[in-house]
């Protein structure tokens, strides 16, 4: 494997829930593969749970690990080609990534939606410059329209928890009150419909997902009707897609608190464990009662981070 965005870069699902089982069981099995090489993690936006996690399983596969904060310390970059570049940029990325190669065997690349420019992100353009001229494999740590890292967590942390062979997953939308990228949603969207599971996607109408990640997976504009049944209830805000109306992208066009999830929606489930990627507002998103309750996978959620981590880079190192 020598990029990782979508769910089959990593090939059979199942092979790679169980490499991730094993990882689990043994988190250092695979020391020796990182001996005497680097990763490079950088970031363009802020994280907590990627940043650690990321480390961490670097560190369980004997790699040394380098992070970099573009936005604290290094010179402001500019991603674009052919801007006249006398602005307050002081680098091109066309430089600055084959220089950042040079000190690397790995690189993992945190960088959002800029939520204006649909084309661009769409067309993942910081990161695809990363595959294009690093020379190195590549792994998005949340880019402009996927976060893959948690989205095999995500499904780690279902097969997990399921009750029955083919649980009832729901993926709804939560109000937030600032424009949020859609790549949580698409990538769980996409994983999910690649894994074996019921999906029903629920959010207002406006909200639709691009199809490349929901293809044609079931939605249903009534969250409570969506909520009947599930065994999962996974959680999470976006901004507008732009799908049905293009000059909505990336706006917040709907802040309806009806939509938080709460420990009356809960009861309308099949006792469904509560699911968020976090950091979570609480009581915006969720109530409080729902996060703290027993059925909330939030925590074994971040803690699979590690694990995704791990079999994703033990991939790439084997590739190398
Ligand atoms: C980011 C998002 O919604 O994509 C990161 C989530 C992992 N969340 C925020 O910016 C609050
Ligand atoms: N879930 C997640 O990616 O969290 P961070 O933004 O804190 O890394």
Same mark, same amino acid.
């Given at each position: 494997m020598k990029t990782f965005l979508h769910a089959s870069d990593l090939g059979q699902l199942d092979l790679a829930l169980q490499e991730a089982a094993e990882i689990k069981k043994d988190r250092y099995a695979f020391e020796h593969l990182g001996k005497h090489k680097t990763a490079l993690l950088i970031f363009?936006?802020?994280s907590l749970r990627t940043r650690l996690s990321t480390q961490k399983a670097a560190r369980n596969l004997g790699l040394d690990v380098v992070v970099l904060d573009v936005n604290q310390g290094a010179w402001k970059l500019e991603t674009e080609r052919g801007v006249i570049m006398d602005g307050d940029k002081s680098e091109h990325l066309l430089e600055a990534i084959p220089v950042m190669a040079q000190y690397c065997d790995l690189i993992g690349v945190r960088s959002f939606a800029g939520l204006t420019d649909r084309a661009a992100d769409y067309s993942e353009n910081v990161l695809t410059? &990363?595959?294009?001229?690093? /020379?190195?494999?590549v792994f998005s740590m949340e880019s402009a329209t996927a976060h893959p890292l948690q989205a095999f967590a995500d499904l780690i942390t279902i097969e997990e928890h399921k009750r029955q062979a083919r649980p009832k997953v729901v993926l709804t939308w939560?109000?937030?009150? %600032?424009?949020l990228p859609q *790549? +949580?949603?698409?990538?769980?969207?996409?994983?999910m419909r690649a894994a074996d599971v019921d999906l029903v996607v629920t959010h207002p109408e406006g909200y639709e997902l691009d199809p490349l990640f929901v293809g044609d997976a079931r +939605?249903?504009?009534?969250? %409570?009707?969506?909520?009947?049944n599930a065994d999962f209830i996974y959680a999470k805000n976006w901004s507008c897609p /732009? +799908? #049905? %109306?293009?000059?909505?992208? /990336?706006? +917040?066009?709907?802040k309806d608190a009806d939509w938080t999830v709460d420990s009356?929606?809960?009861?309308? #489930?099949?006792? *469904? *464990? &509560?699911?968020?990627c976090l950091p979570v507002r609480r009581n915006v998103i969720v109530t409080d009662d729902v996060i703290e309750s027993p059925r909330s996978l939030v925590i074994p959620e971040a803690a699979n981070r590690e694990i995704s981590a791990t079999v994703v880079m033990k991939r790439l190192l084997e590739s190398l």
């Open positions: 363009f936006n802020n410059q &990363f595959i294009l001229h690093s /020379g190195r494999p939560a109000p937030h009150p %600032r424009a *790549a +949580v949603p698409n990538s769980f969207a996409e994983w +939605v249903e504009y009534d969250q %409570r009707k969506a909520f009947e /732009g +799908v #049905t %109306r293009p000059e909505d992208y /990336g706006k +917040v066009i709907s009356e929606k809960m009861s309308l #489930t099949n006792d *469904a *464990a &509560f699911m968020h």
